[in-house]
């Protein structure tokens, strides 16, 4: 007789589709932080998955900016819309390579959940800020939230994930933060690769953000068609659609070109990325981790029209006026919250005062300051400008 979860129909719907030998695979996570019973009728990775989809920090997203600020209008992209889009690629991609898809969405929808409001702008302000008490990396916070600051369980703080997923998050790191974190840091002490999985979810974030910037940037008015026609990877799949649809104008010839220019990415990460598994023959996921570099990857040809649009991405969009103001803006709202409630810790909520006086009886100002910038990280785009308000305009409610 089958024990609970252990029907061969619910073993096969742990992964859509058949693993690779050199898959992530459920049975063989190297666990949890802290032991829990296995799930009955899903797989490790799939509740991994779930309990992020499920987090206060997930939901925040919605209100975190990409490039545009929340309130400047409600088609541009959030955090949150940036990692379903992440995850749908990740998965597409994972799927065609014979790798774990819920493992996948599960880093992809991870990524960016230790990110500030106000994007990299934010994280820019929030790690001047942290200069003098160990310094701020979303990287690092995302890890932080998922094994620390998530308040959902009575057994743990955190969300409990799994190694493999708390792997993929930890994109980089320093070899300073890396002997703090215990055996999620050694492969950066090591030169060791990360599973197939996590290293597909750090590209298939930099081809969403590539992208769909371009597409929030002309519905902006920031950038311009022509110019872009210039970029060979937008060049082409604008000729394309113009040549298979003749006369086409307006947004469907903005999203069918974007449709082809993600198309032809993703086809070339699949190409390239199998030709490269298939010459380093990899038997398991630690022969992966022993490889000298990453397997997933885009081919050079590919690789060069990406950097070459992600350049003129950051000459024409990121560095627009309109942008750069906003930018300048976000700076100061942050690094203006956080000077004021490291000074006086009673501006805190209740939660936040306490654990930011226990940390520094226990760390000294480095720990009180941790936990202002968690609190200031944790904030959305409205709430920080909301609390910047009541903080500094004399005439605000409290």
């Not at 298979?244 to 190409?271: C, F, K, N």
């Amino acid at each position: 007789m089958n024990a609970p979860g252990d029907h061969p129909r619910m073993r096969a719907s742990m992964n859509d589709a058949p693993l690779a030998p050199y898959a992530a695979k459920d049975e063989t996570s190297r666990g949890r932080r802290f032991p829990e019973p296995p799930p009955a009728t899903r797989g490790e990775f799939q509740r991994d998955r779930d309990r992020i989809i499920h987090s206060n920090a997930f939901r925040r997203l919605v209100y975190k900016t990409q490039v545009f600020v929340n309130h400047e209008g409600d088609l541009y992209r959030t955090r949150l819309t940036h990692s379903v889009e992440v995850a749908q690629i990740g998965r597409s991609i994972a799927r065609a390579l014979g790798l774990h898809e819920a493992l996948t969405e599960a880093i992809c929808l991870a990524h960016d959940l230790g990110h500030t409001p106000f994007g990299h702008a934010g994280q820019d302000a929030l790690n001047e800020c942290m200069r003098d008490y160990g310094g701020f990396e979303h990287n690092m916070q995302s890890l932080r939230v998922v094994d620390q600051l998530e308040e959902r369980y009575a057994d743990f703080d955190g969300l409990n994930l799994t190694y493999e997923t708390r792997e993929g998050i930890l994109k980089h790191c320093s070899a300073a933060n890396a002997r703090t974190l215990g055996d999620i840091g050694e492969r950066f002490l090591q030169r060791r690769q990360p599973s197939l999985e996590a290293q597909l979810a750090n590209l298939a974030d930099a081809i969403a953000y590539n992208n769909h910037d371009v597409d929030d940037g002309l519905r902006a008015g920031l950038i311009e068609v022509d110019a872009l026609r210039q970029v060979a990877l937008f060049g082409r799949a604008h000729d394309e659609t113009l040549a298979a649809h003749p006369g086409l104008g307006g947004r469907r010839l903005i999203h069918e070109t974007i449709r082809r220019m993600i198309g032809r990415v993703v086809g070339d990460v699949i190409s390239a990325s199998g030709a490269r598994i298939a010459a380093a023959a990899p038997q398991s996921i630690e022969d992966v981790r022993a490889q000298p570099a990453p397997l997933v990857a885009m081919s050079d040809a590919v690789y060069a029209e990406h950097i070459e649009l992600k350049r003129f991405l950051h000459a024409n969009l990121y560095r627009h006026s309109r942008v750069l103001r906003m930018t300048e803006k976000s700076r100061r709202v942050l690094r203006e919250l956080f000077e004021a409630l490291l000074e006086d810790i009673d501006l805190l909520p209740a939660e936040h005062r306490r654990a930011a006086a226990e940390a520094e009886t226990a760390g000294g100002r480095a720990g009180r300051a941790r936990v202002v910038a968690d609190y200031v990280a944790g904030m959305t785009d409205r709430f920080a400008i909301l609390e910047h308000r009541r903080l500094f305009d004399p005439d605000a409610r409290s």
